[in-house]
């Protein structure tokens, strides 16, 4: 066997078994309110408080109004990231015009061009680790954070080699510059809400 037939049969095996996760989640009593996504073969629900949902509102809202109508723009839909068992469903995600839904129906990573995560308490380690080492692997362009709890933004791009190359770090009430960026739009974080 090949390495590439071995990556893609250990990438069909990673599909299956999320694929059978996620249809056990949707038969059991999720609360209302709680997102739930599996982050390196483990299962977690974070429920959604409305600092939380205030920023990706913001966030979503600029990309809808940068690139208006059409711009496809999702906060909690599932795309499986490259990695053991990574089906996440980020914050804010927008994916490239020509974004196309695979043979199962669901969105690829490869179209992601910008992944937005708003801290929670329970799953910061996942937003600030092993997901963004997903998101450099997949070569998201740009990987943003919001921080309730420190007030402040960083954002990842350049990746390259499984990282991201640059990062830049912004407090909550300063514009964050990304026109330099697939998303080419000044940000602005004066309204985000703290915890």
């Known amino acids: 066997m090949t390495v590439l037939e071995d990556r893609i049969t250990m990438a069909d095996a990673n599909t299956q078994r999320l694929d059978e996760w996620f249809e056990r ?12 996504e599996i982050v390196g073969g483990n299962v977690f629900m974070t429920p959604q408080r409305d600092t939380h949902w205030e920023i990706i509102f913001q966030i979503a809202l600029a990309l809808r109004h940068r690139f208006e109508k059409g711009v496809r723009v999702f906060s909690d839909v599932r795309i499986d990231f490259p990695g053991h068992e990574n089906g996440f469903c980020p914050d804010v995600v927008k994916l490239r015009e020509s974004a196309e839904k695979d043979d199962e129906g669901r969105w690829r990573h490869e179209d992601v061009e910008f992944v937005a ?40 791009t350049d990746p390259k080699d499984g990282h991201y190359v640059t990062s830049t770090r912004v ?25």
Request: charged content about 25%; some cysteine; aromatic content about 12%.
């Open 171 to 195: 407090d909550f009430g300063s514009d964050i510059d990304l026109t330099g960026t697939v998303i080419d739009l000044t940000l602005k974080t004066d309204d985000f809400p703290r915890d």
């Open 117 to 156: 995560e708003v801290i929670s308490q329970g799953t910061a380690a996942n937003d600030y680790g092993p997901k963004k080492t997903a998101y450099a692997v997949a070569e998201v362009p740009v990987y943003f954070i919001a921080d309730p709890y420190q007030g402040r933004c960083f954002v990842y």
């Open 25 to 36: 989640l949707e038969h059991m009593p999720v609360p209302e309110g709680f997102r739930v």
